[in-house]
């Protein structure tokens, strides 16, 4: 009969990469970022997508503004790429801080290898959305249903549902658009990556719910004050 000879290297390789997973955890829990950022560099990480795409912009509306804008968030961009330094995660900054039709903001790509990075690279350059949104890890239901008449708006037409969605703390793990058809698996997706972020990264979670709700609240503020 033959045995399988037992290699201590598989625990050696297990418990440097369990250490690896705590430290990039830490890192990038440590960072002075958003929750959104947070999540998609952790969803990178595992594996939940070959590539991400983060930025940020505003709209200007006058010279000053402008001015803080630009502080603000180059000092965004340096706290960004110094962390994707410590993460040895490649990246390229496809947006810099420039002011482009009176917006001010940064887009930066990041894979976890060149060969992806070099893919987005070009999917973003040649507006390949279907490319790009498999890239991110949407599912393909959902991407095929981008810029269509398939796509689902939660809030106004699943109101109830959205407002367990949001209860439940899962508006963070849906920047993405549901189709009409297939919405409930892909909500399983989303439901999939709360928990892993759940069990990695709890403080992230938390930011994230924190930020959301402080976004919902300031919005519905500013609604009620048109009304």
């Known amino acids: 009969m033959h045995r399988e000879r037992f290699n201590f290297n598989n625990i050696e390789n297990s418990e440097y990469e369990e250490t690896k997973e705590k430290e990039f955890v830490e890192k990038i829990e440590k960072a002075p970022l958003s929750s959104d950022f947070k999540i998609d560099l952790l969803l990178l990480v595992f594996d939940r997508k070959k590539a ?20 603000e968030f180059n000092e965004e961009l340096n706290i960004l790429t110094n962390l994707l330094d410590e993460l040895n995660l490649p990246y390229k900054i496809i947006r810099d801080i420039e002011d482009r039709n009176d917006t001010i903001g940064f887009s930066v790509v990041v894979a976890k290898e060149i060969e ?39 809030e106004t ?59 919902l609240n300031n919005l519905e503020k500013e609604r009620s004050e048109r009304e």
């Open 157 to 215: 037409d699943l109101p109830e549902e959205y407002a367990y969605l949001r209860k439940e703390g899962m508006l963070p793990f849906l920047k993405f658009t549901p189709s009409k058809l297939h919405w409930k698996e892909e909500l399983e997706w989303a439901k999939d990556n709360k928990k892993i972020i759940e069990e990695k990264s709890p403080n992230t979670i938390n930011q994230a719910i924190e930020e959301t709700e402080e976004y």
């Open 116 to 154: 992806n990075l070099n893919k987005i690279e070009e999917a973003v350059k040649n507006n390949k959305n279907m490319d790009m949104g498999i890239m991110f890890g949407y599912p393909r239901t959902a991407v095929e249903a981008y810029g269509t008449q398939d796509v689902l708006d939660l």
């Open 52 to 71: 991400t795409f983060l930025g940020d912009i505003c709209g200007v509306e006058s010279e000053e503004q402008k001015q803080k804008l630009i502080k």
